[in-house]
């Protein structure tokens, strides 16, 4: 499904880069709704806000499904990229890599440190 958004081309292969180097696999279909909220965030942060309240609701209209499936299915994506991720990258997303003396971001605290990284590297700020 095509997001009509306001960010260019090359973030949204950005975005993609970073998804797939962070170990989510393109098929999941957590990946896609990830994808899609971390656009939606790179193009208006005060949507992390209120992740619950408008971002799921706003996935799930667009996607034709409920907020409930388009949550677990992102902190599906997240605990798969927990697992699989590069460590590095991690660390200068997050500020800790994925190690087992630290547990997973929540859904809320991934999407924001990815769309906020995304932000400074594409100079949105």
Not at 32 to 59: F, H, N, W
Not at 112 to 122: I, N
């Amino acid at each position: 499904m095509e997001s009509n958004t306001l960010v260019r081309p090359e973030t949204e292969q950005v975005i993609s880069g970073l998804m797939l180097e962070l170990g989510i696999p393109a098929h999941l279909k957590g990946y896609q709704y990830l994808r899609t909220a971390i656009i939606m965030c790179v193009e208006d942060m005060e949507l992390i806000g209120s992740v619950t309240k408008l971002l799921y609701p706003d996935l799930a209209r667009q996607y034709l499904t409920t907020d409930q499936k388009i949550e677990r299915a992102i902190r599906n994506a997240i605990e798969v990229s927990w697992e699989r991720g590069n460590g590095e990258l991690f660390k200068k997303l997050f500020g800790y890599s994925n190690g087992v003396e630290h547990s997973r971001p929540t859904n809320s605290e991934y999407i924001a440190s990815v769309a906020d990284y995304v932000r400074l590297e594409q100079g949105f700020v």
